[in-house]
């Protein structure tokens, strides 16, 4: 049985998303643990709740981001995860981190990717003026979101939405999308082929 690591930095919605697949057995896998940089996350409160390991590694505590990583590499090998999940992780992976769980991290994005990567997804959507957006979910590489992707999920833009609205209904698809990815890993259905991910 496969062991998930979760990264999370803030309220961890999808963190529970994942939480209650594996509580109700949708996904096949034991827990490693949630990783955070961010000792006040409330991710940190429910990974508690669930009995699940806690593993602070406090981004503020550290000289340098090289020297934050270093220790963040340290404690990933240390718990021996199989899948790394981001999930609101909100700082960009770095080599050394990705180099080490090529083909075994994946994150969550609220766009369509490759369509409005990094921060204010959903902002960026409503300025361009789509009337489609979405939710990604794709294997972490060097790029910001850039890596090949695993499951989409299509959210209409309607004609009042705000940047709020727009990420409620959007994350509603992320809850769904995220397990689902995570269960077709841990299932060993997903082959990477280049940039395309073939589902067996």
């Known amino acids: 049985m496969k062991r998930i690591a979760v990264l999370a930095s803030g309220r961890g919605s ?13 996904i096949p896998a034991e827990w490693a643990g949630l990783v955070t940089d961010n000792p006040h996350a409330h991710a940190v409160v429910r990974a508690r709740e669930a009995n699940i390991p806690v593993f602070i590694v406090d981004f503020a505590s550290f000289p340098t981001k ?3 990583e270093k ?12 899948l790394v999940v981001l999930a609101g992780y909100m700082r ?3 080599k050394r981190v990705v180099h080490e769980f090529r083909g075994r991290m994946i994150n969550i994005h609220p766009a369509l990717l490759p369509g409005f990567p990094g ?17 990604t979910v794709h294997f972490v590489d060097e790029g910001m979101d850039t890596g090949p992707i695993i499951v989409q999920a299509c959210v209409p ?5 705000d940047e709020e609205s727009l990420a409620d209904r959007i994350l509603k698809e992320e809850h769904r999308c995220l397990p689902e990815a995570i269960r077709l890993f841990c299932e060993d259905r997903l082959v990477l082929e280049g940039r ?3 589902k067996e």
């Open 71 to 82: 220790e963040l590499l340290s404690v990933m090998k240390k718990i021996r995860a199989d």
């Open 66 to 68: 090289e020297e934050y």
């Open 196 to 198: 395309r991910v073939r």
């Open 92 to 94: 960009i992976v770095g």
């Open 119 to 135: 921060l204010h997804a959903q902002k960026q959507a409503l300025e361009y003026g789509v009337k489609i957006s979405g939710c």
């Open 14 to 26: 999808n963190f529970q998303a994942i939480i209650d697949a594996m509580r109700d057995g949708r």
């Open 157 to 161: 833009v309607r004609d009042g939405d």
